[in-house]
């Protein structure tokens, strides 16, 4: 229901999008999210906006060079990403959840980012 594209082979410094198109069902009212995981280590959060397109949360490691948005209309969460570096190398997942549940039911498959140096 959730799938995650746009992710590739870039040069530390470029940029990429990630998105994430939902189908089966409109994630609406649903509060969405960006998560990655590098090699070898534990998935860790990115990046969380709201249904209404407020209520933006960034990863501390992140902010300031990573924008996440969405298209209600298009069903569509997006992820842009600057100034990519080395570390930012991870497959990337969106997720999505309802604001009453503690955790993400909701997960695309992911993208894989590898940023080279």
């Known amino acids: 229901q959730l799938q995650a594209s746009g992710g590739g082979l870039v040069q530390a410094g470029g940029s990429l999008r990630l998105s994430c198109a939902a189908s089966?069902?409109?994630?609406?009212?649903?509060?969405m999210a960006w998560f990655r995981q590098a090699p070898g280590k534990e998935r860790e959060f990115v990046a969380q906006?709201?249904?209404?397109?407020?209520?933006?949360y960034y990863a501390d490691s992140v902010k300031g060079r990573l924008t996440i948005s969405r298209d209600v209309a298009k069903n569509t969460l997006y992820l842009q990403i600057n100034s990519l570096k080395p570390e930012d190398t991870a497959v990337y997942y969106c997720a999505a959840k309802t604001e009453t549940r503690p955790t993400y039911d909701y997960w695309g498959q992911g993208t894989l980012v590898t940023v080279s140096s």
């Open positions: 089966g069902r409109t994630f609406r009212n649903y509060i």
């Open positions: 906006i709201g249904w209404f397109g407020g209520d933006l």
